[in-house]
């Protein structure tokens, strides 16, 4: 058999996919990796290996309760998962029956929402934002209310990412009316910890079809662990968990969210966010003072969207000196424009030296 023949061998749906470019793959050569949102530097934590001879709880109730205690929710409203991706493939799969129910998107955002789809065999309606890249409410609930869409999920992005912005209470109240009773409504809270007065985890007791899905990957500095979250109501992660594999949370993982989730870590977590996020400000100031610099884009996240006079050029003289930035130029409405991560003092300085010699 030729390994022709061999990939004969996968479903249609499968043979049909590209594979998730992800920053990490798209990657490329360099030094200085401003393309993943990553926080620049990792903590230190303590491993002990005395039980790794046992398999895992599938769902470390020490994890959930640490979560839940950092979310101000019950235990009984987490599931803990490998990375908030895991969160979105699960409610695709639980929620969508292949080939004929259907996810809302709003694109510009992130990706895996039609990645997971795809892979999955679910329809996609793309609903395009309005002027200021804010979700539009009256939009996604007219596509609700329309039956043959047979519309399961919503997904929306606070902050979006690329575009910076969280989702208006007033649309997400809105876009939850619609739903209730039809659909469930994902809020993608990434990014939260960077603008945790935005956080919608107040409305969950009221919506029992709200889902919110954090991560330790961005914030809290741990995407190499692969740890994630989902909240909502018990029911909802009752029929998740019938989905999730046997065993998601290896051992290791759990003993390192645990210390993440400790007094002392939300304590340094909450420490690299006030510096993160002083360090945006004056970076911003700096960018928006050159001639190249055509528009600043949403400012809450870790990372910030620029739109650039010719910004594939600047993307590659980016890449050319070893600074790999996250390039959205082919996507809707994103044309020159480049996302940069906030990082280290000193990347963010390289950043600017870089800037200002393309700006002569
Ligand atoms: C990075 C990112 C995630 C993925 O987080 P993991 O927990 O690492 O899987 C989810 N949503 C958005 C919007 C992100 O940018």
Known sequence: M????????????????????????????????????????????????????????????????AYAAYAGVSPENVLVSRGSDEVIGLLIRTFCEPDEDSIIICPPTYGMYRVSADTNGARVLEIPPREDFS?????????????????KLVFLCSPNNPTGDTVKREDLLEILEAARGRAIVVADEAYIEFCPEDTFADLLPANPHLVITRTLSKAFGLAGIRCGFAL????????????????PICDPVAQIAVQALSKNGIEIMKARVRELNARKESFIKEVSQLSRTEEVFGTKPNYVLFRFRDGEEVFREFARRGVILRDFNDKPRLRDCIRITIGSEQEMQEVLRILKELDK
């Open 2 to 65: 030729s390994s022709d023949d061999i990939s004969l061998l996968a479903t249609k749906r499968v043979r049909g996919l590209t594979p998730y470019l992800s920053a990490r793959r798209i990657g490329g050569q360099g030094h200085t990796f401003l393309n993943a949102n990553e926080a620049p530097s990792a903590s230190a934590f303590l491993m002990s290996s005395q039980k790794l001879n046992r398999y895992p709880d599938c769902q470390p109730a020490e994890v959930l309760e």
């Open 135 to 151: 979700p539009d409410a009256a939009a996604i609930a007219k596509a609700l209310a329309a039956p043959e869409n047979r519309v």
């Open 232 to 247: 909502g109501n018990p029911e909802v992660l009752k029929l998740l968990l019938k989905v999730i594999d046997p065993y």
